[in-house]
């Protein structure tokens, strides 16, 4: 069973310009989580996606926005991006019921803006 | 406010030497906690979930414990291999479907 796969695996952006980071969550999975990890704030929960619904979201600027697609992979765009946006990037997927929130994170995007 | 609190932030072990990493909670309400595992430029890998007070898993030297404040990886024997950071999360049962992790710690094991 494949995994939670991101891509690209490493970025290098300049101030001022927008990403997109990609995932494709695990088969069945239909819940997806982005994270953003930095040495100095740990992981950090950005969004999470149900069923092309956004459920929950965490306390980071409006640069910050995700979407779901039908097939449960979700896409996240940085617009305008700042040197702090310099990141680990990372997506999780999860059956997203009530009851089984078993999250797996896939290898991360790293993304280094100058 | 949901929050997660691990210690200690490092944790420095000879082979072989057994020993615990604490993670503290308060959450409005537990849904789940977890305990990850995290090498160096890597995701958390998955290591365990636990549900309510009293519950215990175990995966070859790791065991999770939990209470109603708090949960334990008690690392009995441990290899240089294991030497990563370990992540615990709480999801709350309030605030919609969102996890929150703790700081980490991060844990050496000499040879």
């Known amino acids: 069973k494949a995994g939670v796969t991101q891509t690209p695996r490493y970025l290098i952006k300049t101030r001022g310009q927008q990403v997109t980071l990609s995932c494709s969550p695990i088969?069945?999975?239909?819940?997806v989580s982005w994270y953003q990890q930095t040495p100095g704030q740990g992981l950090q929960f950005l969004f999470e996606y149900f069923s092309e619904t956004q459920r929950n979201k965490g306390n980071f600027p409006g640069r910050f926005s995700g979407r779901q697609f039908s097939n449960s992979r979700s896409e996240m765009n940085v617009s305008t991006l700042e040197l702090g946006d310099s990141a680990l990037y990372l997506c999780?997927?999860?059956?997203?019921?009530?009851?089984?929130?078993?999250?797996?994170f896939g290898q991360g995007t790293r993304l280094t803006v100058v | 406010e949901d929050q997660v609190t691990q210690s200690p932030e490092a944790l420095r072990l000879q082979e072989g030497e057994s020993s615990s990493l604490n993670c503290s909670y308060t959450?409005?309400?537990?849904?789940?906690l977890f305990w990850y595992r995290q090498d160096p430029g890597k995701g958390p890998e998955f290591l365990f979930t636990?549900?309510?007070a009293g519950e215990e898993k175990e995966k070859e030297r790791l065991k999770a414990t939990l209470t109603k404040k708090e949960s334990f990886l008690h690392i009995t024997a441990p290899k240089p291999e294991d030497s990563a950071t370990y992540l615990c999360a709480v999801a709350p049962n309030t605030g919609g479907f969102k996890t929150i992790f703790g700081a980490g710690t991060r844990l050496f094991v000499k040879a």
């Open positions: 636990l549900y309510s």
């Open positions: 088969s069945g999975h239909r819940s």
């Open positions: 959450v409005s309400g537990l849904r789940g």
């Open positions: 999780a997927s999860s059956l997203g019921s009530q009851k089984n929130t078993e999250a797996f």
